[in-house]
């Protein structure tokens, strides 16, 4: 039996961006545009409502005010975040620079490509957060990587592989499984993990660890 493709929601205030964005995607046999929202009001409500598999989320929108709601991409995905975890919400932006992925990454992103950059790092990211994985641009993981980070305490060798298994999509059930360890045991690196990193959730431990170059990520 064919699998069901994946559901995407398209968030982006430019309605040529989303158009091509919708043909690009549907040119996949796995990926299906189910919504636009050319707000990031209106993203929310309809990944609320929708659930789609994926939300790819624009980082600015022209023109949006700071009033009651998400103003932006990234309080967006905050709002996501919080209302509906499930979802998993990818940037997708022309703005590259350190600050803004490490934002839209605290905030719960967990993906980030650039609008310039080949489709084939849009279509990775999206599979990959679908399955709960971080689906980053090279060039993003090169600049997270590139950063300074002040000195913190070092991963064991069991906590890298706790953190690299989460980076590639698993649950913590599968990490047990694949590290022949309970699930309590993994729970429990998992905590030592956020201590360590500075952290209190799985992605922010990922995009952490990516940021301090203590994974391969494909």
């Known amino acids: ?28 046999p796995d990926l299906e545009v189910i919504a636009e929202a050319s707000a990031p009001e209106e993203a ?19 023109g949006m005010s700071r009033g009651a709601g998400a103003a932006d991409g990234v309080e967006a995905v905050r709002a996501l975040a919080a209302g509906a975890p499930d979802v998993p919400v990818v940037m997708l932006t022309s703005y590259s620079g350190r600050a803004h992925v490490m934002r839209a990454l605290e905030a719960g992103a967990r993906g980030y490509v650039l609008k310039a950059g080949p489709p084939e790092d849009l279509f990775r990211a999206v599979r990959s957060a679908a399955v709960g994985g971080m689906g980053l641009a090279p060039e993003v993981v090169g600049d997270l990587v590139g950063q300074v980070v002040s000195p913190a305490p070092e991963l064991t060798r069991r906590e890298r592989e706790v953190v690299q298994l989460m980076a590639d999509g698993h649950s913590n059930r599968a990490i047990a499984e694949s590290l022949y360890l309970s699930e309590a045991t993994i729970k429990t690196h998992l905590v030592r ?17 990516v940021r301090r170059g203590l994974l391969e990520l494909t």
Do not use: C, W
Not at 1 to 28: C, F
């Open 44 to 62: 929310v409500q309809l990944a609320l409502s929708l659930a789609p598999d994926v939300v790819l989320m624009d980082l600015r929108f022209d």
């Open 193 to 209: 993990v956020y201590r360590k990193l500075g952290v209190d959730n799985r992605a922010a431990a990922v995009s952490e660890a």
């Open 1 to 28: 039996m064919t699998a069901s493709p994946l559901r995407l929601l398209i968030a982006d205030d430019h309605v040529v961006v989303r158009a091509g964005l919708r043909a690009l995607l549907e040119g996949e």
